[in-house]
């Protein structure tokens, strides 16, 4: 609880509002009575066990763990251990005898572990029942002893190099690099099957069982070691099985805490692994090098070397864990396998791959959940047994433990009921204080059983995951209160948690729900992916890669970071996350949204406008503002069915787009002068509430994400316009669409637009024509009537936008462009494959008229030798050559040709503009309102002079000035020296009226 302040200050100014006045805690009275009940509901299922089996324990936390917390991301490690091939010296005795002839040692086994603490604890060996090995004389590399040796024959050539092969037995010598070899004999497994060999370790014998013989194994393989695999039936749940299969015993000559029992002598007291000793304690050579020492002293072990695999670890302590037999408390998960596959396929997962396949297959592949953990702190097992296991009871309620408890009162075992001051039915905070269900409480109570035995409770705890998988019900202490809003929330609509949590929460959820209310908890989940560096690494404090969450938030603010994390990557998807990216979405989105509201403010404060005149009707509004909130509306639409997809991606980057693209650098920039000339009459009061209700439904679409930012948008709009009396955007109801206002012909024929505009722009930037430099003409090729009538309709808006005098069709064929076609092998590649040459030649020999019906139609069918395809529009990359004086380019399947020519008549109207452009920037830089009229002096040459006195009335209009006086740049010394273009400046000196 160290941290809880500053926990919940960050869950704060990150806007992930919980309520942390009222939260559940799992270790709360009210919780734990309904995780109670729940594990006496599959009581009464008969889902629950007590079995005897080989787990994964954790020595350093001291208890078992379940096959879910074992797969919990990062619990397996890649780890380079000791590896050894034992040497397991064969009996000789008449079932043996055959593999003796020509022997020229004693014969061995040999048996490979990455394992070599398990060795004492050996009593068999597995053999594959087909799989063939070879009996080979020679020598042992240690003690250089003779010997003979069994091995799988696939493996043989690991151990016993070709080059070897030509050299004598009778040619060795002690201590010789290179050990000649023979084989003598050839086996199959079933013949070693039943065969004795000596103990390897003889520091114990098992209590019960046969012992020391070879078994069949169907787990062996020749993947690597030896074909052979020592079986420590203690430490293995393969070599447990196959052991009670054939009556073999066992020996566990290690401890719960990871260490040799006092049998094992020569290591008594140490730690199987270097990693359970305290820092500094661990000794230089590990038990398993050590082991490995005795074995090759004394000729037990043929080979030793380091090996790197992946060995499970603790995902509490990050230790690793061992596979110990224990008793412990099932869930029987498998026996409701089936029904949770079914409902599995029932759920919306988010990436559907992660249900499907991940979650799909752990569930396909199910074992039964190990329920109890040997812990002191966490919820005790509610279940109570008489010492001889007969009988038992699974507590469900604390009004069936107070009950129970005045039985054994009554009966003598208790001389007081510790619940005697809990009153039932009375669902109060304080009357759930009045006793501690946890331990050592809970373990001083002893039960009475149906025939008068002491009845005492099983000392586990609930493993902690099966806690959080109780949450639905727990956090409304189900079924004792809250029935009508757990029945109304359940399941829930959807759970949001990383993809780590497969095989943790969205699994126990899942369990629970499906054994006990036959249902999903969830019906969607959301997967969520990791955060990683921005070069895709895992953020990490030691490499110096992690993002400071406190230093982020205080320089770019909540909203910034929750929209860049939304809008760059899905959900499910890794992250990769750079500040230079936040940045951009603080500068792009962020501050091109403010400057939108900025924009609108400034004249509508000038203009007094408070929305408090009538909703012109949108049929009544300019065209440019029946677009924008056509668009608005198919915005609506979009983010809403986006994320009720949960795809909040996709939501993002559409108003994203729409403020970016359309709003700000489409709608505001064609409808300046609206805002900021005119009389307020129809038309601004038009502009003025089209784009007031642009920036409302953006500030409520926006404010999931961007919860702050938008809040402010929305308060700050509707403090002057009172047109919500709401106190928050939080509070607002979600948009709907008004479809009647959707107009797709205009939205197409504004794309058309924004295209030809586009395209403009980036040829005037690749010739270095600037913006203000007004230039004659530009031709659209039209395949059409349909594209000339839209060209058409927005060609004025095109012309002021781009600065440009004409606009000339012309049809597709006329000769002027010359066009070029290749193949899209993107998109031809997968579709074609093998027929991608015949198709790229044949695409290559395209007339101007194959290109043209392609462009029209949107498709061509191609005939090929043997086959006819159908070739669509995205099948092929279509360009235009540039002609002389002219510039061309392709955007979207638009073309378009700019004359870029300049005569006497533009250059001296460019000149004017930039003049206009300065004059602004001077008032501006200068604090005038927009609404100040002023007085121009300025210097100018012969060609600046010409430019002005042509364009006079032009540029006083737009810069509002009542006069503007040539003069020389002595008169304009207090005035600025600006340079307009390259190689004119002039002085301009400006007075407010």
Known sequence: MKFKNVWEDLTDKMGYWVDMNDPYVTYDNKYIESVWWLLSQMDKKDMLYKGHTIQPFSPKAGTGLSSHELNQPGCYKDVKDLSAIAQFKTVRNNASEFLYDKSHGELHFLAWTTTPWTLPSNTALAVGKNIEYVVVNTFNPYTFDAVTVIIAKNLFGKYFPVKNSELALADYSKGDKNIPFEIINEVKGTDLEGLRYEQLLPYAQPEEGDAFKVLIGDFVTTEDGTGIVHLAPSFGADDNLVAKQNGIGSLTLVDTQGRFVEAVTDFAGMYVKNDFYNEGEAPEKSADIQLVIKLKEENKCFKAEKYEHSYPHCWRTDKPILYYPLESWFVKTTAAKKRMVELNKSINWKPKSTGEGRFGNWLENLVDWNLSRSRFWGVPLPIWTSEDGEEQICIGSMEQLKAEIEKSVNAGLMSTNPLANFVVGDMSTENYATFDLHRPFVDDIILLSASGKAMRREADLIDVWFDSG????????????????????????????????????????????????????????????????????????????????????????????????ISNAQPWDNLKFDLDGLAEVKRKFF?????????????????????????????????????????????????????????????????????????????????????WKGEYEQDKISAYQTLYTCLETIAVLAS?????????????????????????????????????????????????????????????????????????????????????AQVEAVKDLVLAEVNVKELEFMISDSGILVKKIKPNFKTLGPKFGQQMRAISQAISQFSSEDISSIEEKGNYTLKLENDSIQLELADVEITTEDIPGWAVTSLNGNTLALDISLNDNLIQEGLARELINRIQNIRKDEGFEVTDRINISLSASEKLANAINDNLNYICSETLADELRITNSEETQKGSTIELVEGINTNIEIQKI
């Open 704 to 788: 999931p994400i961007a919860p702050f930012f938008m809040d402010k948008l929305f308060v700050d709009l509707n403090g002057v316009s009172q047109k919500s009396a709401l106190e928050s955007v939080h509070l607002a109801e979600w948009p709907t669409a008004d479809v009647t206002l959707i107009n797709t012909d205009l939205e197409e024929q504004m794309r058309l637009a924004q295209d030809l505009t586009s395209m403009a722009f980036s040829l005037r930037k690749k010739e270095n024509l600037r913006v203000r430099q007004p230039l004659q003409k530009i031709m659209v090729p039209v395949l059409n009537e349909k594209v000339k």
């Open 470 to 565: 109780s949450m639905p019900y727990a956090q409304l202490h189900y079924p004792f209160e809250n029935k009508e809003l757990f029945e109304k929330s359940y399941p829930a609509d959807f759970i949001a948690e990383g993809v780590d949590q497969t095989r943790g929460w969205f699994f126990t959820l899942h369990a629970i729900a499906t054994i006990l209310f036959d249902s999903v908890a969830f019906k969607s989940v959301v997967s969520n992916g990791l955060v990683l560096d921005k070069n895709g690494n895992k953020m990490s404090k030691r490499l110096g890669n992690a993002a400071d969450p406190f230093e982020t938030l205080e320089e770019y603010g909540a909203d910034a970071t929750r929209w860049y994390m």
């Open 591 to 675: 501050g091109t949204l403010y400057n939108t509201y900025a924009f609108f403010a400034l004249y509508a404060n000038i203009d007094s406008f408070s929305y408090s005149e009538a909703d012109i009707d949108v049929k009544e509004r300019p065209e440019i503002d029946q677009w924008i909130l056509s668009e608005l509306n198919t915005l609506i639409k979009e983010v809403e069915e986006s994320l009720e997809d949960y795809e909040p991606t996709k939501a993002a980057r559409a108003i994203q787009l729409f403020v970016n693209d359309n709003l700000s650098n489409w709608y505001v920039r064609l409808c300046r002068r609206r805002f």
